[in-house]
């Protein structure tokens, strides 16, 4: 098995010559143009001549047989792009019967959800409808900048009139990654001789780019679902579902540092939360529109302080870290304050990643406090600033002590998620996270990492994955958490139980399982955050 980042400064030259001859060019999904054409028809419905043109992205019109005519209400046809794609959708209007007409766009991740009266989601708990172009007449027409989709596989073109409306050229343009001039030049690659891990690798490098987008295209709360829009500004730089989340960072800016190295949308993440800091050092649990209401999360607050130390590991940009390092000390020592007497943080906010609530001397939390000032201690002696070290090192050290004494339940060789829960009590009160991050911050190490490790793989759902017990419903299989298990079984020295989990749970089910396929998903955020680190 082999991995090979390319350093960022090689000659663009120099990288694609040698892209173009090894084999891990295959895997690579990413489009090496940013006009996008549907590969397949899903369905047609109503009276549809001609649906086949639309697969077709040359013609405009220029011959009859590239265009495809809706005929009466309710005609529709739904393309198929063989996977998830984001951007925006261009047309080309060759003839209307009746002098203008309309003509609407509906979109979809899974088949599942296709429809010609409406969309999946934009906003929880309800579809949106279609994007309509009405009154068109012959001509070229295109999504507005604020009308960028993504991600969705499928695309169902929608008419509405008793008229006829004959229409060719249906293409997207494939606005993620908007800081890359050839989305599939990547500067690092992996390759190894197992199929399964080099397509999840890739599959995960390919989420990451759709996953990133243009920062003023950012989350619209509140928008209609009629003519729905993304038109905030969330940063300098863009993320995934349109507001940066810095739990989401920790997994998903190593893999980009190791695929794609696009420092700066990271970087401009970053910045857009510590834009929102506290003078008493508080950060934001996200980005704006949601850092104005000011939600406050423990393991949020610590996680964007771990993404800084994450950025200037694989960046090595010490101005960077200069420009942020008295706000990130500020951060720092904000939640040693709740470090009481127990040795312990004693968590009092509930918001987390979707968990059941945070409540007492929590086991994640504290695992990844822990975690942050180990990292704080390494970037205090690369800045050569100790002002600091000595209450770090103290509050730190006695974390460990306090989680076993008061969290470790020899039993079941996991610890509780907190200390007001009883021994032996339900598996769901032995959270997936918080056990994972006790191994990858050192909490757990040696027979006690192997153990929890062994804990974690016994409670495995196959086909389908790791649950992550802690979330609300107590049996969601989560690769955002379960990101954190894999770190957690190779630290503990099983890295046989990781690949195990890894193509079981990324590879045969969630890129080759029929009800994925069906779904045509690269998994994304929360119940799918992302994959594998990515």
């Not at 090894?22 to 054409?37: C, F, G």
């Not at 009466?72 to 003839?95: E, M, R």
């Not at 970053?270 to 929102?276: H, R």
């Not at 379960?482 to 890295?495: D, I, N, Q, V, Y």
Request: a negative charge.
């Amino acid at each position: 098995m082999r991995f090979l980042p390319v350093p960022v400064c090689m000659q663009w030259a120099l990288l694609a010559s040698a892209a173009a001859d090894v084999p891990y060019q295959e895997y690579i999904l990413a489009p090496t143009t940013r006009v996008l054409s549907p590969v397949s028809i899903y369905q047609t419905g109503g009276d549809v001549q001609n649906a086949a043109a639309l697969l077709h992205p040359i013609g405009a019109g220029a011959q009859s047989n590239w265009s495809t005519t809706f005929s009466g209400n309710g005609s529709y046809v739904t393309l198929d792009f063989g996977k998830n794609i984001a951007g925006g959708v261009s047309f080309h209007v060759d003839a209307v019967s009746g002098g203008s007409d309309s003509i609407g766009f509906t979109f979809s991740e899974s088949s599942m959800y296709i429809s010609a009266q409406h969309c999946d989601a934009v906003q929880d708990g309800a579809f949106d409808l279609p994007q309509w172009f009405n009154n068109t007449t012959p001509g070229h027409y295109e999504a507005g900048h604020e009308f960028q989709r993504g991600a969705f596989r499928y695309l169902t073109v929608v008419h509405n009139s008793t008229e006829a409306i004959s229409i060719s050229n249906v293409t997207v343009y494939w606005a993620a990654s908007p800081e890359m001039a050839n989305p599939a030049a990547y500067t690092g690659y992996f390759h190894s001789d197992n199929d399964k891990l080099n397509r999840v690798w890739y599959a995960g490098a390919y989420t990451n780019q759709i996953c990133s987008a243009d920062p003023t295209t950012g989350v619209a709360l509140g928008a209609p679902f009629a003519g729905w829009y993304y038109n905030y500004t969330v940063s300098n730089g863009g993320k995934r579902d349109r507001v940066v989340w810095p739990g989401d960072i920790v997994i998903s800016g190593p893999s980009i540092f190791v695929s794609t190295n696009s420092l700066e949308p990271i970087r401009n993440a970053i910045d857009s939360l510590f834009l929102y800091q506290k003078v008493d050092g508080r950060l934001p649990a996200a980005g704006y529109p949601l850092a104005q209401l000011f939600a406050w999360s423990f393991t949020y607050h610590c996680h964007t302080l771990n993404d800084v130390y994450d950025y200037y590991m694989f960046s090595g940009d010490i101005d960077y870290l200069r420009s942020l390092w008295e706000q990130y000390k500020l951060g720092v020592n904000y939640p040693l304050q709740f470090i009481d007497s127990s040795g312990l943080a004693n968590v009092t906010t509930i918001s987390d990643w979707g968990r059941g609530g945070m409540s007492g001397h929590n086991i994640e939390a504290n695992s990844i406090l822990f975690h942050t000032l180990q990292n704080a201690l390494k970037l205090a002696a690369i800045m050569n600033d100790t002002s600091e070290s000595s209450r770090w090192e103290l509050s730190a050290a006695g974390i460990p002590i306090a989680a076993d004494n008061l969290l470790w339940d020899e039993s079941v060789s996991l610890y509780r998620d907190n200390d007001t829960i009883a021994y032996g009590s339900p598996a769901t009160s032995y959270p997936q996270d918080g056990n994972s991050w006790a191994v990858i911050a050192g909490i757990a190490n040696g027979t006690r990492a192997a153990a929890i490790s062994d804990a974690l793989k016994a409670r495995w759902i196959r086909p389908y994955g790791a649950p992550a017990v802690e979330a609300n419903d107590g049996d969601t299989i989560s690769p955002f958490a379960t990101g954190f298990e894999l770190r957690a079984h190779f630290m503990a020295g099983h890295p046989d139980s990781a690949l195990d989990l890894m193509e079981f749970m990324w590879a045969d089910y969630m890129l080759d399982d029929p009800l994925m396929r069906m779904a045509g998903l690269l998994p994304r955020h929360h119940c799918s955050h992302s994959m594998l680190g990515a």
